[in-house]
């Protein structure tokens, strides 16, 4: 399980500045790796609902596809809040634009966000 690809969703102007230093630095929307101390990722089966509950009010993200043997940051799988038993990857550290296998623009749909098949 720790070996499959992770997901974080980005917003398209925030993935272009990762290009400018080779590290990606957001934690999760608006706020940066400094100020939450890690970065918010998902797996497949959760990344919908992610994007649902946060960036509903958007119209296009970026769907990063990363591989976690590529990240040289501790990669922890932990409750979102307290008191939830759901567990998701947290990257501790800046996520190299290396380690991303696929970056693909996404659009909201009239049901909302879908994954593509």
Same mark, same amino acid.
């Given at each position: 399980?720790?070996?499959? /690809?992770?997901?974080?969703? *980005?917003?398209? !102007?925030?993935?272009?500045?990762?290009? $400018?230093?080779?590290? %990606?630095?957001?934690?999760?929307?608006?706020? =940066?790796?400094?100020?939450?101390?890690?970065?918010?990722?998902? =797996?497949?089966?959760?990344? !919908?609902?992610?994007?649902?509950?946060?960036?509903? #009010?958007?119209? $296009?993200?970026?769907?990063? =596809?990363?591989?976690?043997?590529?990240? /040289?940051? !501790?990669?922890?799988? !932990? /409750? +979102?809040?307290?008191? @939830? #038993? @759901?567990?998701?990857?947290? @990257? %501790?550290? +800046?996520? /190299?634009?290396?380690?991303?296998?696929?970056?693909?623009?996404? =659009?909201?749909?009239? *049901?909302?966000? @879908?994954?593509?098949?």
């Amino acid at each position: 399980m720790h070996d499959d /690809p992770i997901f974080h969703l *980005a917003l398209p !102007e925030d993935w272009a500045g990762a290009f $400018e230093s080779g590290e %990606y630095r957001m934690s999760t929307r608006g706020m =940066t790796l400094d100020e939450v101390g890690f970065i918010h990722c998902s =797996t497949r089966a959760q990344v !919908e609902a992610t994007a649902n509950a946060f960036y509903a #009010d958007v119209d $296009e993200l970026v769907l990063l =596809t990363i591989d976690p043997l590529l990240v /040289p940051s !501790e990669i922890r799988w !932990e /409750p +979102p809040v307290p008191d @939830v #038993d @759901v567990l998701f990857p947290h @990257v %501790y550290g +800046p996520l /190299p634009v290396a380690a991303v296998n696929t970056a693909k623009f996404w =659009t909201r749909g009239a *049901a909302g966000w @879908v994954l593509p098949g």
